[in-house]
T-cell receptor, first 115, second 115 residues
Framework: NAGVTQTPKFQVLKTGQSMTLQCAQDMNHNSMYWYRQDPGMGLRLIYYSASEGTTDKGEVPNGYNVSRLNKREFSLRLESAAPSQTSVYFC??????????????FGNGTRLTVT | AQSVTQLGSHVSVSEGALVLLRCNYSSSVPPYLFWYVQYPNQGLQLLLKYTSAATLVKGINGFEAEFKKSETSFHLTKPSAHMSDAAEYFCAVSDRESSASKIIFGSGTRLSIRP
């Protein structure tokens, strides 16, 4: 009964390094999301994938790329990390689809620090 | 584009008192609306959702929210606060006109409960 699994849980990067955050869900959900959470700013949508094969920009996409590898997996890549990307990153999924309202299921987050 | 505004980044109430957390939305048509709760060091969990079936929505843990189109509001209430309600609460919106998959969160309200 894993739900949404994110790896790693913690990561420290130096400015300019790259890394990929992994996310997988086992609920056969269509839609997947990446959010970042910063104090006083709530959750901000980075990218989302309404269905397998599609990705769209959210509120704060600059400095990030995503890949919807298959229906289960949605990765977030930082090509050249910056201190402003220090944050807690959450992956989420929902049953999905355009026109279908369903709740988000969240992973436990990845705490990223960029020095 | 849709958005939500949560009034008050921090609300403190006494145990047993009424809880009222405010959320106002901006959307050209009545959107889908959600309340989520986040306990320390965890991901978010759905409390309740509005999808137009009824304006008063009941959720888990005794919470409810009322959709008021005239006020563009979706405030969260609970008649009697418990210590276990201490957490951060997020209002979220999904626009019916565009992709229902794009879900935007407010900045959050931290609820503290005084003994």
């Amino acid at each position: 009964n894993a739900g949404v699994t994110q790896t790693p849980k913690f990561q420290v990067l130096k400015t300019g390094q790259s890394m990929t955050l992994q996310c997988a869900q086992d609920m056969n959900h269509n839609s997947m999301y990446w959010y970042r959470q910063d104090p006083g700013m709530g959750l901000r949508l980075i990218y989302y994938s309404a269905s397998e094969g599609t990705t769209d920009k959210g509120e704060v996409p600059n400095g990030y790329n995503v890949s919807r590898l298959n229906k289960r997996e949605f990765s977030l890549r930082l090509e050249s990390a910056a201190p402003s990307q220090t944050s807690v990153y959450f992956c989420a999924s929902s049953e999905g689809g355009s026109g279908i309202v369903s709740p988000l299921h969240f992973g436990n987050g990845t705490r990223l620090t960029v020095t | 584009a849709q958005s939500v505004t949560q009034l008050g980044s921090h609300v403190s109430v006494s145990e047993g008192a009424l809880v009222l957390l405010r959320c106002n939305y901006s959307s050209s048509v009545p959107p889908y609306l959600f309340w989520y709760v986040q306990y320390p060091n965890q991901g978010l969990q759905l409390l309740l959702k509005y999808t137009s079936a009824a304006t008063l929505v009941k959720g888990i843990n005794g919470f409810e929210a009322e959709f008021k189109k005239s006020e563009t509001s979706f405030h969260l209430t609970k008649p009697s606060a418990h210590m276990s309600d201490a957490a951060e609460y997020f209002c979220a919106v999904s626009d019916r006109e565009s992709s229902a998959s794009k879900i935007i969160f407010g900045s959050g309200t931290r609820l503290s409960i005084r003994p």
